[in-house]
């Protein structure tokens, strides 16, 4: 079945740097494209951004861009989340997605905190 488990959320002061990953299994991984949503306190899922297949396309939500890159390792089933310039509105539970067939399918999210 399909599993997505994201690492890498922790504590930053605003204006810091992480770096988001997550393990996929269960599927196709170079034939899929992958997203990263996230889910702040008191708020719906947003997307934060995507990535195709091979990697050469990618898309991000206007309020990332410029200091998110998303990116991918194909051989290593892994997609990863440079987040740089955290600002506190970041705070959220990023999750991975992709989906399958029909389905959407996430992780459990990794928590990221930016507070000083």
């Known amino acids: 079945q399909v599993q997505l488990v994201e690492s890498g959320g922790a504590l930053v002061q605003p204006g810091g740097s992480l770096r988001l990953s997550c393990a996929a299994s269960?599927?196709?991984?170079?034939?899929?494209?992958m997203r990263w949503d996230r889910r702040a306190p008191g708020k719906d899922r947003e997307f934060v951004a995507d990535?195709?297949?091979?990697?050469?396309?990618?898309a991000y939500a206007d309020a990332v861009k410029g200091r998110f890159a998303i990116s991918r390792d194909n051989a290593k089933r892994m997609v990863f989340l440079q987040m740089n310039n955290l600002k506190p509105e970041a705070t959220a539970l990023y999750y991975c997605?992709?989906?399958?067939?029909?389905?959407?399918?996430w992780g459990q999210g990794t928590q990221v905190t930016v507070s000083s």
């Open positions: 269960g599927f196709t991984f170079s034939s899929a494209t």
């Open positions: 997605n992709t989906r399958s067939g029909p389905y959407d399918y």
């Open positions: 990535i195709s297949t091979g990697g050469g396309l990618t």
